[in-house]
């Protein structure tokens, strides 16, 4: 993704919202859509989600009361994005095909090892709420504040979302290993 593809439309915000997102976008974008793709496992979905999160803040940028947050705003709306498309892949449908779980593209298949994939296939095993911990502290680097504040929990939560979720992937990796 490349900060020209993102296309704001007529500004309804100061210059200063408009350069400030397209600078969270120049900065974050890549991040966002990495955290994005291990969520929902394919990377035309995760740009999507992404291009929408920012469509939204663009959308509801003059509405912030701290716009220094816009940052949290963003990856919260991710995380929610990406959470409703894997309800909605779970959801039966009579006009689609059932849907089958997507598949690492050949490329990102080669660059990973069978180490990393093991655990990113482990990942994908654990419930959302403990998936979700793990890849916001581990992935993207957040610290515990930060990872609450964009799930929408307490500090606490996330402590023991993260201790139960590195235990049960643990077990599943051993699992895989016998």
Known sequence: MQAE???????RGAPEA?????????????????????????????????QEAFLGLHRRYHRLRHPDNALVYLRSAVLNASRSVLR????????ARTYEPP?????????????RRAVLAALHRLPRRQREALVLRYYAELS???TARVMGVSRGTVKSTTHRALAALGRLLEERDR
């Open 5 to 11: 593809i993102l296309d704001l439309g007529p500004s």
């Open 18 to 50: 408009d350069d400030a997102i397209s600078a969270l976008y120049a900065e974050h974008a890549l991040g966002l859509t990495r955290l994005a793709l291990i969520m929902v496992g394919d990377r035309e979905t995760a740009e999507d989600v992404v």
């Open 88 to 95: 909605r892949r779970r959801l039966p449908s009579f006009f």
């Open 103 to 115: 598949v690492w593209s050949a490329e990102s298949a080669a660059m990973l090892d069978a180490e």
């Open 144 to 146: 515990e504040e930060e």
